[in-house]
């Protein structure tokens, strides 16, 4: 079975201009959630989407939106990309949403963003 | 708030045994997980804990106490290949499918 997958696998990009990064969860799951990872750093939570309604934000700026599509795939959008948006950007997939048990988040393998 | 601590490096050589620490402070507990990242590569799980007490899964093995806010992973009969970033999260009490991680400890085993 194929895992999370996303694209693209390295991004350059230069100030002020907006990127997307997208997203397909395990064949099944109906939640994605957004990760951002700074290097040296655990990843921070951006945004979780469940049945193309978003069911979480993270403390981060307007400048950071996502979407789920029917598919349950999903995107991140950046706009206005800032030298600090440089991260490796980790989407996660659970089959639903809520859950208490052990059924963890499954991440993919991310995006590396490069904002010179 | 929640905060999670954990120890940024720790060293250890081939085959010995090492505790990684994990101390969290939240506002409510819903479970705790350790996740395995090497340089470059996605998170993978490795151990999910809920309930006091010591959860054994092979080489490793993970030990939870609610009342002390506090966890550790065990890897026994290091090896190369457990060089990586070892990441302890929390679930936020508000919203389960949010994770709350610490730093991470990279790990560096010696031959």
């Known amino acids: 079975d194929a895992g999370v997958t996303q694209s693209p696998t390295h991004l350059i990009k230069t100030r002020g201009q907006h990127v997307t990064l997208r997203c397909s969860p395990i064949?099944?799951?109906?939640?994605v959630s957004w990760y951002q990872q700074v290097l040296g750093q655990g990843p921070q939570f951006i945004f979780q989407y469940y049945e193309k309604e978003e069911r979480g934000r993270g403390n981060f700026p307007d400048r950071f939106s996502a979407r789920q599509f029917p598919n349950y795939s999903s995107e991140l959008n950046v706009n206005a990309l800032l030298l600090g948006d440089s991260a490796l950007y980790l989407c996660a997939s659970s089959p639903i949403a809520g859950g208490l048990g052990w059924e963890t988040q499954y991440f993919g393998p991310g995006t590396r963003l490069l904002v010179l | 708030g929640q905060n999670i601590d954990q120890p940024t490096e720790m060293t250890a050589t081939e085959g010995a045994i090492v505790q990684i620490n994990c101390t969290y402070q939240t506002s409510g507990f819903n479970g705790l997980f350790w996740y395995q990242q090497h340089a470059g590569e996605a998170p993978t799980f490795l151990s999910y804990n809920v309930l006091d007490g010591l959860e054994e899964k092979g080489r490793f093995s993970s030990f939870l106490s609610r009342s002390k806010g506090y966890s550790y992973l065990l890897l026994k009969e290091l090896q190369m290949k457990d060089s990586a970033s070892y990441l302890c999260a929390v679930r936020d009490p508000y919203n389960t499918d949010k994770l709350i991680f610490g730093t991470g400890t990279r790990l560096q085993v010696f031959p």
């Open positions: 064949s099944g799951h109906k939640s």
